[in-house]
Nanobody, 117 residues
Framework: QVQLVESGGGLVQAGGSLRLSCAAA????????MGWYRQAPGKQRELVAM?????PTTYADSVKGRFTISRDKNTVYLQMNSLKPEDTAVYYC?????????????WGQGTQVTVSS
């Protein structure tokens, strides 16, 4: 059962923009944090940006000023501007929810972002 559905990846030239979207299934109970991670070939997965249900955001230093994360209920967006070749990676959506003391961690299937120089 697909819990997080991502869209918006693709190929873009350096300096261009892309917008990623991730919709959480209704079976995921009110995620209190949603975010985006990325993994480039040969590298570990890293946090790109996250947004809490109350609005606070966190960004990786490498994307500050270029990327903007936003959220509308259970859908999270990542607006990526001024893209660089080093932004090339598979981008994964993440959602964290809790029911009582039990924490649930969900991941999307990943969407490829390729930035050409």
């Amino acid at each position: 059962q697909v819990q997080l559905v991502e869209s918006g990846g693709g190929l873009v030239q350096a300096g261009g923009s892309l917008r990623l979207s991730c919709a959480a299934a209704r079976t995921i109970f009110s995620p209190y944090v949603m975010g985006w991670y990325r993994q480039a070939p040969g590298k570990q997965r890293e946090l790109v940006a996250m947004i809490a249900s109350g609005g606070p955001t966190t960004y990786a230093d490498s994307v500050k000023g270029r990327f903007t994360i936003s959220r509308d209920k259970n859908t999270v967006y990542l607006q990526m501007n001024s893209l660089k070749p080093e932004d090339t990676a598979v981008y994964y959506c993440n959602a964290v929810s809790a029911v009582g003391a039990v924490k649930y961690d969900y991941w999307g299937q990943g969407t490829q972002v390729t930035v050409s120089s």
